[in-house]
Structures are given as structure tokens and as C-alpha cells.
């Protein structure tokens, strides 16, 4: 299925996203989400990307086939 607007939908959103993690940081009550969010949104991205280098070019291969 196609999305409309791609890829600037997926910018919009990431942007989006980054203003309310700023805005967050802002808020006395809310630091707290900085403390734990960011480095668990590290590392649930390097597992990801990690993930993707060791299982990626498998699943392509199998996906050709």
C-alpha cells in the first residue's frame, strides 16, 4: 500500500516527535522522561539496527526467492 506524501508524512511525524521531547525537557515534572526515554529509545534502536545487519541481507534473500 502507498502512503501519500511519502516520505515527508515520515518527516512531518519525526519532527513532530523531536518538538515533544524538546517541549518535555522544559517542564520541571517531565525530566525525568529524559533520563530514562532517551536512553532507552538508544538503545531499542541499536538493538534494532544490530538485528537488522546480522538477519537483514538473510530475509532479502529469502524475499527474492
Given at each position: 500500500m502507498r502512503m501519500p506524501l511519502f516520505p515527508w508524512m515520515?518527516?512531518?511525524?519525526?519532527?513532530?516527535?523531536?518538538?515533544i521531547l524538546v517541549t518535555m525537557g522544559f517542564t520541571p515534572s517531565l525530566n525525568l522522561s529524559w533520563v530514562y526515554?532517551?536512553?532507552?529509545?538508544i538503545l531499542i534502536s541499536s538493538a534494532y539496527f544490530l538485528w537488522r545487519m546480522r538477519h537483514g541481507a538473510r530475509n532479502a534473500k529469502a524475499a527474492r526467492a
Open positions: 515520515q518527516y512531518a511525524g519525526l519532527s513532530m516527535l523531536a518538538a526515554g532517551v536512553p532507552w529509545v
